[in-house]
C-alpha cells in the first residue's frame, strides 16, 4: 500500500503540497536554489513547517530572493524586518540572509553558481536512497559534510552540515522519500 511520508503533516494543505509537488524534486532552477538555502538556515532549531508558513511574507520581505537586491539591503532595512511578526524574528538568520545573498554575488562574480556547484557533485543526477523507514533516514553524509565547509569558506552562514542535507533533501539531490510514498518512484535518478 503506498502511503505519503509521515512526515507530511495532513492536517496542513501547505505541507502537503509541499512534499507531493517540491520536496525531493530535482531543481536546478538558480533562484530556487537560493531561496531554499536561505529557507533552510532560517528553519535551524524549529520545524520545517514554521517556516513554510511563513514562506511566503520571507519571499515578500527579501525581493523574492533576488540575491543581487538582497545584498544591496541595509541595516536599516533588516531591522524594520525584525519588526515583522510574520517572519522568525531572530536577528543573526534575517541579517545571515544578506550575508548569504553577498557570498552568492561574490560566487557569480567568480563565475560560479549553486546549479554547477551542487549538481556537478553528483553528475546531475539525484542519489536515491532506499529507506523503508524513518529511522533509516541520515541527518548529514560525506557530501553534506563537504558543501558545507566549502559554502562557510565562500562566506555563507547557516549551512552546517545538518543544514545543508536537509537542503539536498528539499532540492531534489537526494531522493529520501519512503520507498512506500508515491512521490518516491516518480523521481527519476
Not at 16 to 44: N, T, V
Not at 147 to 169: H, P, R
Given at each position: 500500500?503506498?502511503?505519503?511520508?509521515?512526515?507530511?503533516?495532513?492536517?496542513?494543505?501547505l505541507?502537503?503540497?509541499y512534499?507531493?509537488?517540491e520536496w525531493?524534486?530535482?531543481?536546478?532552477?538558480?533562484?530556487?536554489?537560493f531561496?531554499?538555502?536561505?529557507?533552510?538556515?532560517?528553519?535551524a532549531?524549529l520545524?520545517?513547517?514554521?517556516?513554510?508558513?511563513?514562506r511566503?511574507?520571507?519571499?515578500k520581505?527579501?525581493?523574492?530572493?533576488d540575491y543581487?537586491k538582497?545584498?544591496?539591503?541595509?541595516d536599516?532595512?533588516?531591522?524594520?524586518?525584525?519588526l515583522?511578526p510574520?517572519?522568525?524574528?531572530?536577528?543573526?538568520?534575517?541579517?545571515?540572509?544578506?550575508?548569504?545573498?553577498l557570498?552568492?554575488?561574490?560566487?557569480k562574480?567568480q563565475?560560479?553558481?549553486l546549479?554547477s556547484?551542487?549538481?556537478d557533485?553528483?553528475?546531475?543526477?539525484?542519489?536515491?536512497?532506499?529507506?523503508?523507514s524513518?529511522?533509516?533516514i541520515?541527518?548529514?553524509?560525506e557530501l553534506?559534510d563537504?558543501i558545507?565547509k566549502?559554502?562557510?569558506?565562500?562566506?555563507?552562514?547557516f549551512v552546517?552540515?545538518?543544514?545543508?542535507y536537509?537542503y539536498m533533501?528539499?532540492?531534489g539531490?537526494?531522493?529520501?522519500?519512503?520507498?512506500?510514498?508515491?512521490?518516491?518512484?516518480q523521481?527519476?535518478?
Amino acid at each position: 500500500m503506498s502511503q505519503r511520508c509521515p512526515w507530511a503533516k495532513p492536517s496542513n494543505p501547505l505541507y502537503i503540497k509541499y512534499h507531493d509537488e517540491e520536496w525531493g524534486r530535482p531543481s536546478f532552477d538558480e533562484k530556487h536554489l537560493f531561496e531554499m538555502l536561505c529557507l533552510e538556515g532560517a528553519q535551524a532549531g524549529l520545524s520545517w513547517e514554521t517556516i513554510l508558513n511563513k514562506r511566503e511574507d520571507y519571499r515578500k520581505l527579501f525581493h523574492h530572493f533576488d540575491y543581487k537586491k538582497m545584498a544591496k539591503m541595509t541595516d536599516a532595512q533588516l531591522e524594520k524586518i525584525l519588526l515583522n511578526p510574520k517572519i522568525v524574528r531572530n536577528r543573526l538568520k534575517v541579517y545571515g540572509f544578506r550575508k548569504n545573498a553577498l557570498a552568492y554575488s561574490e560566487m557569480k562574480k567568480q563565475g560560479e553558481d549553486l546549479v554547477s556547484f551542487l549538481w556537478d557533485r553528483i553528475d546531475h543526477k539525484p542519489m536515491k536512497n532506499k529507506i523503508k523507514s524513518m529511522k533509516e533516514i541520515t541527518i548529514k553524509n560525506e557530501l553534506s559534510d563537504q558543501i558545507s565547509k566549502e559554502l562557510k569558506k565562500k562566506g555563507f552562514t547557516f549551512v552546517g552540515s545538518t543544514i545543508i542535507y536537509a537542503y539536498m533533501q528539499a532540492i531534489g539531490m537526494v531522493n529520501d522519500h519512503l520507498t512506500t510514498c508515491p512521490q518516491y518512484k516518480q523521481i527519476k535518478s
